[in-house]
């Protein structure tokens, strides 16, 4: 089991930066890959970025790449998402994910925390 727990949103006018962070409670931090998705009012949830259990690896949706940044500090049971250039599409609530290395899908989430980017 484990328990994640989002903080650092807020409201930032646009081109402006927030940094999202995600404390995990787990023993085995390093056993799961993470990811940050978003969920806007009326839409669907859709991924943001993830990264590998090492930090090695990350990938980003498209709406992003360039802007934000995914990070991981496997000593502290952290996950960090760096938002530049935020844009009022950006705003939503993002959630963060767990997903242990062996599996397909995140099976563990937060609760989220709210960013609204205005114009």
């Known amino acids: 089991q484990v328990q994640l727990v989002e903080s650092g949103g807020g409201l930032v006018q646009a081109g402006g930066s927030l940094r999202l962070s995600c404390a995990a409670s787990t023993r085995t931090f390093s056993s799961y890959n993470m990811g940050w998705f978003r969920q806007a009012p009326g839409k669907e949830r859709e991924f943001v970025a993830a990264?590998?259990?090492?930090?090695?690896?990350?990938n980003y949706a498209d709406s992003v790449k360039g802007r934000f940044t995914i990070s991981r500090d496997n000593a502290k049971n952290m996950v960090y998402l760096q938002m530049n250039s935020l844009k009022p599409e950006d705003t939503a609530v993002y959630y963060c994910?767990?997903?242990?290395?062996?599996?397909?899908?995140?099976?563990?989430w937060g609760q989220g925390t709210q960013v609204t980017v205005s114009s």
């Open positions: 994910a767990a997903k242990p290395v062996l599996k397909s899908s995140y099976d563990y």
């Open positions: 990264i590998s259990w090492s930090g090695g690896s990350t």
